[in-house]
């Protein structure tokens, strides 16, 4: 049986599926034309420090390879689907990369921390309940989030290469021949998902910030801003635990409500969106072990 590797996963951009391994990673596209484009690169520097077998700071490393990767070939992934004249480099392109992490950030941090301060001045909670409060809050948008973008038809699509993605790494690692017919039939959710990552994310970060005292308002969006990389490192080691672990009846158990949250960002992929998970991954594999 081939050794299988913790570390290969991925994403889906658009129209296409991007596959990561330890030093390497692969895109493949659909193009308009309905061809199969594929993006190759070999994963250099901090990849390869070891700064990646550090417990904690290695899930910041990993975060900003979903930011900063993830935003790289999504951006060429789109660049695929559009003229010469639309596509998106330059000052455009980090306008709307720092335009949606400051989105981010204040859509699924700092409001939910204003919010509840609010509720704090109007009420007489106590503070532990208020930061219970903000961490219900936090997790009700970013179901409420996911439920309104995966509407739209865009999205879904993308949510389904995002099935692809988790079916093809599921086929491999349960020995399963890369062939779309065969890779249909797996599971489409998975451990290690990002989803996964975000729903731990928001409740390490509600059982983290009940330990802090009460604060000003202008303390409390500070203490949650410099608190992310915590808890984002946290968050890592936790995914990354349950992972190695998911064969264990009490992990398996724990880990439903990751899994269920990834019915939201997933869809069952078509045959032709299996072939394009299929070739990313391969690609990728191939530049793994050469």
């Known amino acids: 049986?081939?050794?299988k590797m913790p570390s290969y996963g991925g994403q889906a951009v658009i129209e296409g599926v991007l596959m990561r391994g330890k030093t390497a990673v692969a895109m493949a596209v659909r193009t308009p034309e309905g061809n199969i484009e594929v993006v190759n690169?070999?994963?250099?520097?901090?990849y390869k420090s070891k700064l990646t077998k550090i417990p904690f700071l290695r899930g910041l490393i990993i975060l900003w390879?979903?930011?900063g990767l993830g935003m790289k070939y999504l951006t060429i992934s789109a660049n695929f689907q559009t003229g010469?004249?639309?596509?998106?480099?330059?000052?455009?392109?980090?306008?709307?990369v720092a335009f949606s992490l400051l989105l981010g950030i204040g859509l699924f941090f700092l409001a939910p921390a204003a919010l509840a301060a609010w509720v704090e001045k109007l009420t007489n909670i106590a503070p532990g309940w208020i930061n219970l409060l903000e961490g219900l809050i936090r997790l009700a948008i970013l179901i409420s989030y996911l439920l309104i973008i995966g509407q739209l038809p865009d999205i879904k699509r993308t949510f389904a290469y995002h099935g692809a993605e988790h079916k093809t790494i599921n086929a491999y690692e349960a020995d399963i021949e890369l062939l779309p017919e065969k890779v249909s039939k797996v599971s489409r959710e998975h451990p290690r998902c990002g989803?996964?990552?975000?729903?731990?994310?928001?409740v390490i970060s509600v059982l983290l910030f009940s330990l802090l005292p009460p604060l000003a308002l202008h303390w409390r969006l500070v203490s949650r801003?410099?608190?992310?990389?915590?808890?984002?490192?946290?968050s890592y080691e936790y995914i990354r635990f349950i992972s190695n672990h998911i064969e264990n009846p009490i992990i398996k158990v724990i880990s439903k409500p990751n899994l269920a949250l990834q019915k939201l960002t997933t869809r069952e992929p078509s045959i032709e969106m299996l072939e394009v998970a299929i070739s990313?991954?391969?690609?990728m594999y191939k530049n793994e072990i050469r």
Do not use: H, R
Request: charged letters at 20%.
């Open 280 to 283: 990313a991954f391969q690609n």
């Open 195 to 202: 989803t996964s990552f975000i729903l731990t994310l928001v």
């Open 65 to 67: 390879d979903a930011l």
């Open 41 to 46: 690169e070999d994963l250099t520097g901090v």
């Open 225 to 234: 801003l410099l608190l992310i990389p915590f808890v984002a490192g946290i």
């Open 84 to 96: 010469e004249d639309e596509k998106i480099e330059g000052p455009t392109l980090y306008i709307t």
């Open 1 to 3: 049986m081939k050794e």
